[in-house]
């Protein structure tokens, strides 16, 4: 029988964190205490004064079509959000609002990717970006920075890795899976490989931007000798702990932006009205809640680090950013337990939730084979119960 499914879907992988989260959920229905450490979700609950804006946004009757590219009022408070917090200038023109930053991503790949054209994607990576670059039949370019470099693109490495067929590299600061982030100076080193390369866009995925342990965020965005180049994405899912309200914003070129709007409209149209007016609220209204959270990430980044630092055989660095650490567990790789073998990162981690019933995900699917990811963005309490557990598995292999 013929396959009814569509080439550009059968190419696609499925989510490895949704997959692991799925096999934590399934494993809690049993009455199993499982401890999810997969998925990059805050367990803090949105903020009062934004889910106060969205009871009145109700009451006020914002149940009707919202503008493809966002409510004006909310792209204009995206735009001093820029100019407070980045010092950057654009108009609410160049600013398009999506059904979250994953969409946002997507919006801005498939208008500027075409087929063949290369995408650099520094690895450790996220494992939608590949796919999305499936998705505009463009090819990725995987760059690969190990721990030994924090995790972090060299300007050399991208110097090596570009090619007249490259059409973007694609930049996440603070970093999923890593939590790397790059510093002003080693952003202006990556421009000036860019500057020889006027036909290479940057695509800066900022959506961990308030989650940085040090100090001000930079964006490349900032950088004037490229700046007509660079495509932000952002959003209120971590930052604001509103990750269920889906919405994701990009900053961009005219061209790009008007571009992202067109495509949206055809296949989504404008995000959820309510939510927009609680993104609006978050951006406008008292700022201390983030600040709040990012406190409490810092201090369950140093618990995890130094409790991490304690397995025997595993690399720990020091993430700077975001709620994700990425150990190198390759020295467990291809010992065995009960007569199975853990060849892979994903069979640590599958061994792991089976017996220490803690989840996390694999580096394999982030493109780090011997490397797990764990997110911290979970009670400190948790994280030593999950950390005390993996360490006791761990031991068991042979």
Same mark, same amino acid.
């Given at each position: 029988?013929k396959?009814?499914l ?13 997959a692991m989260?799925? $096999?934590?959920?399934?494993l ?7 401890? *999810?450490?997969s998925? @990059? ?7 009062? %004064? ?13 149940s009707?079509?919202?503008? /493809?590219?966002?409510f ?6 995206i ?6 917090? *980045?010092?950057? $200038?654009?108009?609410p ?5 999506s @059904? ?7 919006? +801005?790949?498939?208008?500027?990717i075409?087929?063949g054209e290369?995408?650099?994607i520094?690895? #450790?990576?996220?494992?939608?970006? #590949? ?5 505009a039949e ?5 760059v ?10 060299t300007?050399?490495q ?6 007249p ?11 999923? #899976?890593?939590?790397?982030v ?7 080193a990556?421009?000036? +490989?860019?500057? $020889? %390369?006027?036909q +290479?866009?940057v =695509?800066a995925?900022?959506i961990y931007?308030h989650?940085?342990y040090?100090g001000? %965020? /930079?964006?490349?965005?900032?950088f ?9 994405? *952002?959003? +209120?899912?971590k930052g ?10 990009i900053?961009? #070129?005219?061209?790009?932006?008007s ?9 989504t149209?404008?995000?959820?009205? /309510?939510?927009?007016r609680?993104a609006?609220a978050a ?20 618990l995890?680090?130094k ?17 994700? =650490? ?6 467990y790789?291809?010992?065995s337990?009960?007569g199975?073998?853990v ?9 792991i939730?089976?017996?220490? %019933?803690v ?12 490397c ?19 360490k ?5 292999l042979?």
């Open positions: 029988m396959n009814i569509s080439a550009r879907l059968t190419a696609l992988s499925p989510s490895e964190t949704f989260a799925q $096999k934590s959920n399934e809690k229905a049993l009455g199993i205490d499982v401890i *999810n450490m998925v @990059g979700e805050p367990d803090f609950t949105t903020p009062d %004064h934004i889910k106060e804006a969205a009871k009145k946004a109700v009451d006020d009757n914002y009707f079509y919202s503008p /493809v590219a966002g004006p009022d909310l792209r204009e408070a735009c001093d959000k820029l100019s407070r917090e *980045n010092s950057l $200038k654009y108009t023109a160049q600013i398009v609002v @059904g979250g930053a994953k969409q946002s991503l997507c919006n +801005v790949i498939l208008s500027i075409d087929k290369e995408v650099i520094p690895t #450790p990576c996220w494992v939608s970006y #590949p796919e999305m670059v499936k998705l463009g090819t990725t370019l995987f690969y920075a190990g721990i030994g470099q924090n995790y972090k693109l300007p050399r991208l110097e090596e890795a570009i090619t067929a490259t059409k973007a590299l694609l930049l996440c600061s603070p970093s999923n #899976p890593t939590g790397s790059y510093t002003e100076p080693e952003l202006a990556i421009v000036r +490989v860019l500057e $020889k %390369h006027p +290479v866009y =695509i995925d900022e931007e989650i940085n040090i001000q %965020h /930079v964006s490349i965005a900032q004037d000798a490229i700046r007509d180049r660079v495509i932000v994405v *952002n959003g +209120v899912s604001y702990a509103m990750t269920g309200w889906r919405i994701g914003w900053a961009a #070129p005219q061209q790009i932006a571009a992202c709007s067109l495509l949206q409209g055809q296949y149209s404008g995000a959820s009205s /309510v939510s927009q609680a609006l951006y406008s209204g008292d700022q201390r809640c983030v600040s709040e959270m990012r406190t409490a990430f810092e201090r369950r980044r140093n995890i680090v409790q991490l630092g304690e397995i025997p055989g595993l690399k720990v660095n020091i993430p700077m950013g975001a709620f994700y =650490i990425l150990p190198d567990c390759s020295c790789l291809g010992r337990y009960g199975k073998r060849q892979t990162a994903a069979d640590l981690s599958m061994y939730l089976e017996e220490a %019933h989840a996390c995900v694999g580096g394999d699917a982030f493109g780090a084979p011997g797990l990811r764990l997110s911290y963005a979970i009670s400190d309490a948790n994280i030593t119960e999950a950390i005390a557990r993996i006791r598995t761990l031991e068991k042979a």
